[in-house]
Nanobody, 126 residues
């Protein structure tokens, strides 16, 4: 397992959760680290991404303004702070990492990501 995600849980609509992604036994490389999510019966969907050494960020339209992806140097994690959660944010959240460069325009493509964590479940109740 290259990546480990944690922090999921059950929260009411309007609440917040914070997810963390750690590289197991190593530090993150030079390329993108991102979060995807998959709701029941739906395809895996890009949520947000950043780069460990550069800090630039990218968000899907559905979470822009509510979620924040950040690099936590002291913990050596990439965190996803999720605010103003909605029931439609429910799903299994996966962290992913690229080991080669990809254009940001391709970040939404799951096949452009090389390593995947096991996922952590986020449930938002209405």
């Amino acid at each position: 397992v290259q990546l480990q995600a944690s922090g999921g849980g059950l929260v009411q609509a309007g609440g917040s959760l914070r997810l963390s992604c750690a590289a197991v036994g190593r530090t993150f490389g030079d390329f993108a680290i991102g979060w995807f999510r998959q709701a029941p019966g739906k395809e895996r969907e890009f949520v947000a991404a950043t780069r460990w050494n550069y800090g630039n960020t990218l968000y899907s339209d559905s979470v822009k303004g509510r979620f924040i992806i950040s690099r936590e140097y002291s913990k050596k994690t990439v965190d996803l702070q999720m605010n103003s959660l909605k029931p439609e944010d429910t799903g299994v959240y996966y962290c992913a990492e690229q080991i080669t460069w990809a254009a940001p325009d391709d970040y939404h493509e799951a096949w452009r990501w090389d390593y995947w964590g096991r996922g952590t479940l986020v449930t938002v109740s209405s």
